[in-house]
């Protein structure tokens, strides 16, 4: 039954084709193109809303420099928004519980902050590994301590991302599970458990937007202490 449950997980394959790459390219075909005319539907001006306001909200606090991540940002907000969502659908996959596909995302997002920082500003970017004033006894401990919360940064946005989903499915899983046994035995109990379970389902919509919101918010703050 354990094992069962890790098996939403396991990425599912089809005549030996991983089906993981269908999961990753579904999201950019379930949006409307935006068209020439002048005047557009309903669905198109909300998306174009809130693109709109949510880079202007994620480049507010970068400089103009910054600005050249507007549309790399963007697109992995909506992009993480969702395959995070999809994954709540019945019978689907998620690829954001995937470590590996999350550290793809972070790792090298992360790195160009990085060089982008060394390259621009070496002396500020240098700078954050020793904070002003520190006794110069603590120098080499701080040097050391500063690197490795630097160089762990792109793990804990991975980890982060993988940990939050992952858990919310399962318990979804584990709840559900209950429900049915429950049900022939226990009616009373099954029906309060539908109702947590509707609610974690609810719970769990608002944690795949924010994990998705929190994840590229991370990304500009990096961007932000290098640009």
Not at 73 to 95: D, E, K, R, V
Request: hydrophobic content about 60%; glycine content about 4%; overall charge positive.
């Amino acid at each position: 039954m354990m094992t069962s449950f890790f098996d939403q997980f396991a990425s599912p394959y089809y005549l030996g084709i991983p089906l993981i790459a269908i999961a990753i390219a579904l999201p950019w075909v379930l949006y409307p193109t935006p068209s020439s005319r002048w005047i557009n539907n309903r669905l198109i001006t909300i998306q174009g809303w809130f693109i709109n306001r949510f880079t202007n909200q994620l480049m507010l606090p970068l400089n103009v420099g910054g600005h050249k991540w507007a549309l790399l940002l963007a697109s992995l907000m909506i992009f993480l928004i969702t395959i995070n969502m999809l994954g709540l659908l019945p019978y689907t996959f998620t690829p954001t519980t995937q470590l590996s596909l999350n550290m793809g995302f972070a790792l090298p997002l992360w790195l160009a902050t990085v060089i982008i920082g060394m390259r621009n500003q070496p002396t500020i970017a240098l700078g954050h590994l020793l904070p002003e004033g520190t006794p110069i006894p603590l120098i080499p401990v701080l040097i050391i301590i500063e690197t490795i919360s630097l160089l762990i940064r792109p793990l804990a946005l991975g980890v982060r991302l993988t940990a939050n989903l992952t858990a919310g499915h399962l318990l979804i899983q584990l709840i559900a599970t209950a429900v049915f046994v429950l049900m022939p035995m226990m009616p009373t109990v099954a029906i309060l458990t539908a109702i947590v379970l509707f609610l974690l389902t609810l719970l769990e919509v608002a944690v795949a937007m924010i994990q998705a919101y929190v994840f590229v918010r991370l990304l500009s703050l990096y961007l932000q202490e290098n640009v």
